[in-house]
Each structure stands twice: as C-alpha cells, then as structure tokens.
C-alpha cells in the first residue's frame, strides 16, 4: 500500500515546454487535489476533482490543465511552462465520508 | 475572503512545551488541520478538529479551538528535536467530503537540545 505517490520527483523545464505531472494513489479514494508551495506562500488549491471523469478549478488555475481519465490518477499538465510555475507540487486525496486529506511526497519543478 | 495566519518562527529548548498559533476568518469553517512539514518531504497529517470541539488531545499533542475568537492552537508536549519542522495550520468548509483546504503560511519551529 503505496498511498499517494507523485512522479517525478524533480524536473528542470526551459520555458515553453511542456510536461505532465502525475498522481496515483492506491486508497480508492475518490477526491483529489493539486497544491502549489511556494516560499513565503504556504499552500494554494491549482486543480481538484470529485471524482473519475470529474475536475475543477481552484485558487490559482491559469496556466495549468487536469485529467482524471481514471480513478486512481489525477494528472496536472503544464503547456507551455513559465518561469512562474517554478515551485514544488503536491497532490492529496480524500476519500467519501473521510475529512483526513493524505498528500504525496512532491514534485520539485523548475522552469528557467 | 477565506484567510489563516500565522506566525513564521517560532523556537523552544529541548523538553519544553510548543505553542503554534493560528487564527482563521471564516467562520463557517467545519473542520481545523495541523500539518507537519519536515525539508524536503510532503505534509504529514497530525491531527484535526471538528469545529463544533474545543480540544482534542493525541499523545503529545493538543488542539485547543476557541470558535469565538477563531482561533487555535497546537501545544506540543515535551518537545524533541525530531519535532523541527514547519506546522501548517488549514481549514476547510467541506460540502458532503469534498472540501478544500486553506493553508496558513507554515510555523518553522526550532527545537535547540
């Protein structure tokens, strides 16, 4: 039971590329969430979804796009990568009828 | 709109008490988190509070809420080095589950031996 795990765990991007983030947990857990840290900033709501097939926009959406083709995945994709989104993503999970949100290890981004 | 303080540092000798303060605005907040950040590494749950409790004790840990003032704390009991960390305080307003969380800005507590 690997929990909630992120890949990968570091990446250098030059701006304008694009990469894609992914979340998989193995709880069952039906809501899923991507955070952004940043220094001085604590944590802020990207993306989330209720559910398979289901997403949503949080506090700071622009710039990034979410898929959650399967359950157990929640993808955070970034188009055309900007120095700004350098910062370390997390993503968590709650499952129905549980308020204990579980948040994976990270994902260290750079954009130069 | 939804905001959680904070204060940014906070630093304690070894077998001392640990004190983290928050204080949050909204006020139909339904449930309060505390989070444990260690370098380099993702959030650790602690623990939480309903929001209709005024304290919930874990071990060493304890939560005092006081609704009114919308404030609430984390008392840390015989702190250890291995408690040196960043506490995040959250709060939530869930609909059914679904719920996302507001984070204060981190406490970086520094435990000296």
Redesign the interface.
């Known amino acids: 039971n690997a929990g909630v795990t992120q890949t990968p765990k570091f990446r250098v991007l030059k701006t304008g590329q694009s990469m894609t983030l992914l979340c998989a947990q193995d709880m069952n857990h039906?809501?899923m969430?991507w955070?952004r840290q940043d220094p001085?900033?604590?944590?802020?709501?990207i993306h989330?979804s209720?559910g398979e097939g289901t997403t949503a926009k949080?506090?700071v959406p622009d710039g990034y796009n979410v898929s959650r083709l399967k359950k157990q995945n929640f993808l955070l994709g970034l188009e055309s990568a900007a120095p700004s989104q350098t910062s370390v993503y997390?993503c968590?999970t709650?499952?129905?009828?549980?308020?204990?949100?579980?948040?994976?290890?990270?994902t260290r981004l750079t954009v130069t | 709109g939804e905001d959680?303080e904070q204060s940014l540092f906070l630093s304690v000798r070894e077998g001392d008490s640990s004190v983290i303060n928050c204080t949050y605005t909204d006020s139909s907040s339904?449930?309060l988190?505390w989070?444990k950040q260690e370098p380099g590494?993702?959030?650790?749950?602690l623990t939480?509070i309903?929001s209709n409790m005024d304290m919930k004790q874990d071990q060493r840990l304890t939560v005092l809420l006081n609704k009114k003032d919308k404030h609430l704390s984390l008392r840390i009991a015989d702190t250890q080095t291995g408690d040196s960390a960043i506490y995040?305080c959250?709060e939530?307003n869930?609909g059914?589950?679904?719920?996302?969380?507001i984070?204060?800005?981190?406490t970086k507590l520094s435990v000296k031996p």
């Open positions: 039906e809501y969430y955070y001085g900033m604590g944590l802020r709501l989330y209720v949080g506090e997390f968590a709650n499952g129905a009828g549980s308020y204990e949100q579980y948040f994976g290890p990270g | 959680v339904t449930y988190y989070y590494a993702g959030l650790q749950l939480y309903f995040f959250a939530v869930y059914g589950s679904q719920g996302n969380l984070f204060g800005k981190g």
